[in-house]
T-cell receptor, first 113, second 113 residues
Framework: AQSVTQPDIHITVSEGASLELRCNYS??????LFWYVQSPGQGLQLLLK??????LVQGIKGFEAEFKRSQSSFNLRKPSVHWSDAAEYFC???????????FGTGTQLKVEL | DVKVTQSSRYLVKRTGEKVFLECVQD?????MFWYRQDPGLGLRLIYF???????EKGDIPEGYSVSREKKERFSLILESASTNQTSMYLC????????????FGPGTRLLVL
């Protein structure tokens, strides 16, 4: 069965610092990969997704993610974090042409001013 | 913009009560999903529906049922609520499988006493 691992439960960064959130997936073939963000009291919003082609994916709010097949990773990055980026971030995958999103356990981001 | 709405943001129910959570989407999406979100566990799929009157079990269907009588509406039913069903419930919809984005509602926080 496929799984998604987010090894960092909490991360704290200073405003203006760079950010990298880690995500590893477990699936035989290349899955479809997603990053979602959940602000306090809100539903999930898609930041970006990867399904084929260029392994560096640009998303909304200045985020990007890089798919690395050799490391089974899809890490999320942002060069300069803003206080409004404080939220919970979820990595997710879908196997092949299926419907079922498998989520990681999430990483809570705190931004220090 | 896709809009997914959920009937309640907060709900308090007694053990043994029958509970209905309603979800409506306005984008004519074929697929609709119900997830449960718990701290440290991420989101877990309860049920999904790929067409009117069609449904499939997700990872944790026990204690839940669903109904989809109209394309835009997907209901989650707790036949006899229990305290271990206290959680955040998120509804989502998508236009297709695989790489298609799932759009989420704001969630319903259910407390079962």
């Amino acid at each position: 069965a496929q799984s998604v691992t987010q090894p960092d439960i909490h991360i704290t960064v200073s405003e203006g610092a760079s950010l990298e959130l880690r995500c590893n997936y477990s699936y035989g073939a290349t899955p479809y990969l997603f990053w979602y963000v959940q602000s306090p009291g809100q539903g999930l919003q898609l930041l970006l997704k990867y399904f084929s082609g260029d392994t560096l994916v640009q998303g909304i709010k200045g985020f990007e993610a890089e798919f690395k097949r050799s490391q089974s990773s899809f890490n999320l990055r942002k060069p300069s974090v803003h206080w409004s980026d404080a939220a919970e971030y979820f990595c997710a995958s879908v196997a092949g042409g299926g419907n079922k999103l498998t989520f990681g356990t999430g990483t809570q981001l705190k931004v220090e001013l | 913009d896709v809009k997914v709405t959920q009937s309640s943001r907060y709900l308090v129910k007694r053990t043994g009560e029958k509970v209905f959570l309603e979800c409506v989407q306005d984008m004519d999406h074929e697929n609709m999903f119900w997830y449960r979100q718990d701290p440290g566990l991420g989101l877990r799929l309860i049920y999904f529906s790929y067409d009117v009157k069609m449904k499939e079990k997700g990872d944790i269907p026990e204690g839940y049922s669903v109904s989809r009588e109209k394309k835009e509406r997907f209901s989650l039913i707790l036949e006899s609520a229990s305290t271990n069903q206290t959680s955040m419930y998120l509804c989502a919809s998508s236009s297709g499988a695989g790489a298609e984005t799932q759009y989420f509602g704001p969630g319903t926080r259910l407390l079962v006493l």
